[in-house]
DNA sequence: TAGTCGGTTGACATAATTGTCAATTCGCGG
DNA sequence: CCGCGAATTGACAATTATGTCAACCGACTA
């Protein structure tokens, strides 16, 4: 939302120019939606007409291609950065989950993959096809470890499936409608609340993965 | 998708217009999202002309609302009956969130609650505000009489307003990116994968109100 | 059968948005 | 200092959406 307004013209580099506008345009989707997504406007926010917008980007749908990608592997790269290790040592599948429901969730991405994919057509790719099914993949590795050292028993590959398309799930799901849900369930909406939210949840991933035990009975969160 | 070709003009009592029109125009919502809803694009499903649609809702916004607000009377009839005792016996609470993720999820209302909420504005009201507050009680109610016959320890009120947020939260996530979501796990997409995942994330849900044991670790499991 | 109420229509007005293009001007290298 | 490439722009074209309006006509009633 800045504008500027007393200068001449502002020559950039054509990197700049790009980043601003993907910039702009992203601040946009997740703010007002794709209505929001207006050649004039996000010019305005960057200072520019639309026609350099066009110059930059081909077409609107060359925009909004660039910024689908962008946001992708900005998303990849925020949860590769969770997946790494602090030091050599194995992850806290739990904490792993935690630090991708908050990418997803807390920056707006949940939105804008939504946004994105359903403007694009539900026919959607990209966006993170395999980032899912590599990341099923090491929290099963991690859970399989943990098996292996701690009592507990050995996962399915199933149940780990459904774990990480829960949380996906759930974080998309609360990127999208959790304003509007907590708002309905009369609960505050501030970062707080939404943290205490995601802890909850993670309590209640980890005590599942805690207490998987096939023969006895399933349920005790001894800690 | 329908359109009458050959014949003459076909007159409808008002209802019967507003009708057919919501219904096509809920159609295009759920299956094209926000850029499907042309006032020409719904006349012709129905066989009418843009200005009888302006005609029996004042405006496009004034369809929007209507639609807003049929969907969530069904959503709220349907919710009801959900939640309606099959015969003066206590509903199991498992079974009822089974039932509200059900309606939520498949029926294309996640979608076109997304869709409505975010099209009208972050600002949203309405759709279900007190639905889920009521959710909550009901649920609440029938944890506090299980607590009181079987051994469970009393749950606290924040516990369930969670739990049915989290629901929620799932049910809307799943409609709304769900499709995409399997799709990236490389998982199914047919009916009986989704009622699969419902089915876990139940007993997810079920396990949790089980092992619900508040001397030890009550609503905060530890940190 | 005539008359009226209101659903229905087509032509038109209006506004907004993407896209095109020639011209402008900034910044850099020769 | 000049010239050139490239970012930037403003005017214009084309498309498309909502909304207005007078007229049309189908069904029901007196």
């Given at each position: 939302m800045a504008a500027v307004i007393g200068s001449k013209r502002i020559r950039r580099t054509s990197e700049e120019a790009r980043r601003q506008i993907l910039d702009a345009a992203e601040a946009r989707l997740t703010n007002?939606?794709?209505?929001?997504?207006?050649l004039q406007d996000i010019g305005r926010d960057v200072g520019l007409s639309h026609s350099a917008i066009l110059h930059h980007f081909e077409s609107r749908d060359g925009l909004v291609k660039a910024l689908s990608i962008r946001a992708t592997e900005q998303l990849r790269a925020d949860v590769l950065a969770a997946l790494a290790t602090p030091a050599g040592k194995t992850p806290d599948a739990t904490q792993v989950m935690q630090k991708v429901f908050e990418v997803l969730s807390e920056r707006g991405y949940a939105r804008l993959a939504a946004w994105l994919t359903l403007e694009h057509d539900g026919g959607n790719q990209g966006f993170s096809q395999q980032m899912i099914a590599e990341l099923i993949r090491v929290i099963h590795s991690i859970r399989m470890e943990h098996h292996a050292t701690a009592g507990v028993a050995p996962p399915s590959e199933e149940d780990t499936s459904n774990i990480v398309l829960l949380v996906a799930t759930v974080a998309y799901g609360d990127g999208i409608m959790g304003h509007a849900l907590r708002g309905a369930a009369r609960r505050p909406d501030d970062p707080v609340a939404r943290k205490d939210f995601r802890l909850w949840f993670g309590h209640l991933i980890q005590a599942h993965m805690d207490s998987y035990f096939p023969p006895k009975d399933a349920a005790r969160p001894k800690a």
């Open positions: 007002l939606g794709p209505e929001g997504l207006r």
